[in-house]
Every structure is written in C-alpha cells, then in structure tokens.
C-alpha cells in the first residue's frame, strides 16, 4: 500500500523559508516521479514542482521557479520542497503526488498517488 506523508508546513512571515517533506512508502522511489501540488481556499489545486525518479530532471511552476527548490532523497524515499522568499499568495495546502514513470507531469490527473496535505500559512 503507498503511502504520502507530508510535514514541514506551519505558519511562516512574508519573506520567510520553509522545507516540506514528504515520507513515500510502498514504492520504489526510483521509479517514480515525485510532485508537489498546492490549493487554495476556493481555488484548484495546482502545480508547484516536480521532480524524476533519479532526480536528474526537474520541472516548477514559473511562479515559485526562482524561490522554491524541489529535491529528493532516494535512500530515504523523501522529496523535498525548500520554500524561500514566501509571499501571501503561497498560502494553501501543499500535497505530494507520485506517478509511475519519468515524466514531470504538471497535470493532478497524471499522479496515482496523494498525500494528505500540510497548511502553509504565510503571514503580512
């Protein structure tokens, strides 16, 4: 049974950093692609960041690009997400997703697999 477990989010200052985690289990990491999504009250769920199983490619969103950094611990099953200069607009759920295969897809239907969600609240 896979599982996704996020951690690391709280409530953070305009300006400030935090690092997601997410703990994957019942895959062999290597051979997934592993992604980071995000909602919004009211809003869709959308994609922040992606990375391959060999964490040799990459893929974010141009909104966070230049401030977030997505990587991955294969020998921990782990993927990361290293938040930097957070704005108000960062403030949502984030959700790890996996998917078979190397691809980074950007699209919520292309992940097989979903974690429960962390809030990242993001002060004035």
């Known amino acids: 049974q896979v599982q996704l477990v996020e951690s690391g989010g709280g409530l953070v200052q305009a300006g400030g950093s935090l690092r997601l985690s997410c703990a994957a289990s019942g895959l062999t990491s290597q051979f997934f692609t592993l992604g980071w999504f995000r909602q919004a009250p009211g809003k869709e769920r959308e994609f922040v960041a992606a990375i391959s199983g060999s964490g040799g490619m990459t893929y974010s969103s141009d909104s966070v690009k230049s401030r977030f950094t997505i990587s991955r611990d294969n020998a921990k099953n782990t993927v990361y997400l290293q938040m930097n200069s957070l704005k108000l607009e960062d403030t949502a759920v984030y959700y790890c997703?996996?998917?078979?295969?190397?691809?980074?897809?950007?699209?919520?239907?292309?992940?097989?697999?979903w974690g429960q969600g962390t809030q990242v609240t993001v002060s004035s």
């Open positions: 997703a996996a998917r078979r295969g190397s691809s980074t897809s950007i699209s919520t239907y292309e992940y097989d697999y």
